[in-house]
């Protein structure tokens, strides 16, 4: 009784689908249009608030361009290669916009280093007038994307939000720049405020940095608690145990479940399941679901005894696959 069994599988393209496109294209034409003004405003006008202000939203092109690319790449169907399809081109992509907020945050504190040693003239007036332009831009593309949705638990969405959010931010500094100023001539307020707004960008996208690199290392995703999962589990008339139990997530909204289930042999196997699968989806809301029934005192893993809860059984596995390649694992490819 080891073969597997899957139940309840859900597309890995639904969590793609619920994403809307249209607020990204948007939010990408309102930043690339003043992207322009801002860089030719910073320029003008000797502002490193201006100039880091636009940087950043430099970056948020290209970041609000790569969100739409892996929301279209995600949709790509499931191939035999790719069992998964490219639903994780979605967290790659948050990934990549998480690393450059936090490469821009890196080169904003390095200017403005620079400049408080040594704060350049800047012409305040030009320079209020171009931020005020900026925060109105950032405030329309960012009530566009979030009023689009998707960015509480899409990381994708949420990367490029964040980009937005992170622009609306140093729009703000670069006003309350201007106006210190323009009011007292005192220009270590452009250096400072620059590295404040470094400062809150490097905030936002850490915890964006953080939980994209927990879905690739595919870590238990938050909310829920293997150790409940497994005492729910084990509480379903019929099983004996649960092990080899791993829950990760595939991409934003879509958790995959595998283990094995120990079984006593009281109840019919597609019965067991059955209300297997009804729990995990109602109450943990796991979809998709791989399960693999064992026999009670039998051999976990089959004959070969390939676990992933023990060293020994990890072992056990490699070497399982070694032996099912051909030569034994040692087999190259020869061209002539």
């Not at 000797?46 to 092109?61: E, I, K």
């Not at 690319?69 to 948050?94: D, H, K, M, Q, Y």
């Not at 120990?262 to 019965?271: F, K, P, S």
Request: charged fraction near 15%; glycine fraction near 12%.
């Amino acid at each position: 009784m080891a073969d597997n069994h899957n139940h309840t599988h859900e597309n890995p393209e639904g969590a793609s689908e619920r994403v809307n496109r249209r607020p990204l294209a948007i939010a990408l034409a309102i930043t690339s249009i003043f992207l322009v003004v801002e860089v030719i405003g910073g320029l003008l006008t000797n502002s490193l608030a201006l100039l880091a202000d636009a940087g950043h939203m430099a970056t948020d092109v290209a970041a609000l361009a790569l969100a739409l690319f892996a929301i279209g790449l995600a949709r790509r169907p499931a191939t035999p290669a790719r069992s998964f399809g490219f639903a994780r081109a979605e967290v790659l992509a948050a990934l990549v916009n998480a690393g450059t907020l936090i490469a821009i945050s890196i080169s904003i504190f390095w200017e403005a280093f620079r400049r408080i040693g040594s704060p350049p003239e800047v012409e305040s007036g030009p320079m209020l007038a171009v931020a005020v332009a900026g925060l109105a831009a950032n405030a329309v593309s960012a009530w566009v994307l979030m009023r689009g949705g998707g960015h509480e638990e899409n990381l994708n969405t949420r990367g490029a939000v964040l980009h937005v959010v992170g622009d609306l931010v140093g729009s703000a500094g670069a006003i309350t720049a201007a106006l210190i100023m323009l009011a007292t001539g005192w220009y270590l307020a452009d250096p400072i405020l620059s590295a404040g707004i470094g400062l809150l960008i490097l905030w936002s996208s850490w915890r964006l940095l953080r939980e994209s690199v927990e879905v690739l290392l595919e870590s238990t995703p938050k909310g829920i608690v293997p150790v409940e999962v497994r005492g729910a589990m084990g509480a379903v008339a019929g099983v004996g145990g649960v092990h080899d139990l791993h829950i990760w997530t595939v991409t934003s909204g879509l958790v995959a479940m595998s283990c094995h289930v120990d079984i006593t042999g009281e109840r019919e196997w597609h019965g067991i399941l059955d209300d297997l699968t009804t729990l995990l989806r109602t109450r943990f809301g796991i979809a998709h679901v791989t399960v693999q029934p064992e026999e009670m005192d039998g051999n976990p893993g089959g004959e070969g005894g390939c676990s992933l809860d023990t060293e020994s059984g990890r072992n056990a596995c490699r070497v399982a696959l070694r032996a099912a390649l051909p030569d034994g694992g040692s087999s190259h490819s020869h061209r002539h």
